[in-house]
């Protein structure tokens, strides 16, 4: 199975702060079809899992645009531009190349 | 707007069973594959099953293959997780979510199966 690294896995940010999420594949995640499908999601506390972006980088619909998503092939970004006090959650990664479909271990940012 | 929601979770014995259901609104269900995911107390998140949009293609993940069967019925706009012998790390929040572009572009609030005896 894919294997996908988060780093950190704890990510205390001052509001205001930038703040940087790695997500790294044991192998190549360019799907036969030439699309990369790795997504990102963010949990709130108490909350499902929301979207934020797929294919590395297409942003879903309501997702402030101090988020960007970035990356290719092993190595892909969540980047927060400045934090916000919502932005309090635990960020995973997701790859839907290879089945069975993975996620990361979850990066749980909050507030320093 | 888009909801799925979830029912059917429950205490349930090890070696036990139960049918998790997804009802759906606000969209279209036939066109779309659908999946579930789940997430133990505290940990992270776990694909389990995808089928597609008629029913005909199923996937599983190597830890449930085998006890879950995922199923669907059009017509009632609504997606199913049968799961058979139970076992404690079963135990966690069940998540039905529709499928667009390889990922899940919408949740549901989740339903608790706890497996114990």
């Known amino acids: 199975d894919v294997v996908l690294t988060q780093s950190p896995l704890s990510l205390p940010v001052t509001l205001g702060q930038p703040a940087s999420i790695s997500c790294r594949s044991s192998?190549?995640?360019?799907?036969?079809?030439?699309?990369?499908?790795l997504t990102w999601f963010q949990q709130r506390p108490g909350q499902s899992p929301r979207r934020l972006f797929y294919q590395i980088s297409n942003r879903d619909s309501g997702v402030p645009d101090r988020f960007s998503g970035s990356g290719s092939g092993t190595d892909f970004t969540l980047t927060i531009s400045r934090v916000e006090a919502d932005d309090v959650a635990v960020y995973y990664c997701?790859?839907?190349?290879?089945?069975?479909?993975?996620f990361g271990q979850g990066t749980r940012v909050d507030v320093k | 707007d888009v909801h799925l929601v979830e029912s059917g979770g429950n205490l349930v014995q090890p070696g036990g069973s139960l049918r998790l259901s997804c009802a759906v609104s606000g969209f279209t269900f036939s066109p779309y594959w659908m999946g579930w995911v789940r997430q133990a107390p505290g940990t992270g998140l776990e694909w389990l099953a995808t089928i597609s949009q008629d029913g005909s293609a199923v996937y599983y993940v190597d830890s449930v293959r085998g006890r879950f069967t995922i199923s669907r019925d059009n017509s009632k706009k609504s997606l199913f997780l049968q799961l058979s012998n139970l076992r404690a790390e079963d135990t966690a929040v069940y998540y039905c979510?529709?499928?667009?572009?390889?990922?899940?572009?919408?949740w549901g609030q989740g339903t608790l199966v706890t497996v114990s005896s």
């Open positions: 192998q190549s995640l360019v799907h036969s079809d030439g699309n990369t499908y």
């Open positions: 997701m790859q839907g190349t290879f089945w069975p479909w993975t």
């Open positions: 979510g529709r499928l667009q572009l390889h990922s899940l572009d919408y």
